[in-house]
Structure formats: C-alpha cells, structure tokens
C-alpha cells in the first residue's frame, strides 16, 4: 500500500469536499480542474482565502507531487488578487499539518493571509541555536530520510 492510499476524491465527512462537491456553501474566488480557492469563514483579516485541493488527502504529505503546480500556481493568483484589492503591503502564506500544528479541518490547504502594520499578529518563535555537531548530524539524519524516500 503506498502513501497515497488514503487519498480520495470526496470524504462524505470533509467540511471541503463538501464544499467542493457544493453540499455546502462557500465564497468562490477561484477554481480549476484540480484547485478550489474560498473565502476563510472566519479568517484572520478579510480577504483571508484558503486553496484546497479538490483531492482529499489529510495534509501535505498526504499529497500527490502532481498537485503541487496547480496549488501553488493557484495560490499566486489569489495572492496577487489579494494584495491588489486591498493595497497589502504584505501577506502570509502558510498550512497547518496536525493537529499540534493548529490544523482543525483534515483536508489539505494552503492559507493565503492579508497582512497590515501593527496588525498585531505574531509568530512568537524562540529560536534555538545548533551545538557543536548538532547541525550536521540533523543534516545526515535528515539526508538519509531524503535518500529512503
């Protein structure tokens, strides 16, 4: 059984495949044989869009490398409309994977946020710093995972 398995065009129990199959209501900004672009219901600003897959797979190692032209492509465009409507300055673009991680909805996407000065929005990091070694030891533990894959 590969990866992939678990990926499917529908999840009768996907608040976004229902979207897509238009069982529920959504603001469309943008769509194509393989990408749905929406409005956040309860965006971080307005003009808070998500771009969803129109396969469901529960996050982003779930899918499929032929899906990553058209999401990403499909993310510039609503970005580009974004920040020129509003006059941004700035925007984020980001995806939750896991729950730890904040993803609350078990469909892949990619948000694409508004972003203003003083906003108030914080990603608050403590950066850490690599010991002696760390750095390539992370590095050859990592390249080796690249390799097996």
Known sequence: MDRFTKC??????CTFCRIISRKLPAEILFEDKHVLCILDINPIHYGHALVIPKLHCKDFLELPQEYLPGIFHSAQVVARAVVSCLNLEGFNIFSNNGRIAGQSVFHFHLHVTPR????NIKFVLKLKSYENGEMEKYAKLIRQHIKMS
Do not use: P
């Not at 499917?8 to 129990?13: E, G, I, K, L, Q």
């Open 8 to 13: 499917r065009m529908v999840a009768t129990d």
């Open 116 to 119: 203003y000065e003083d906003d």
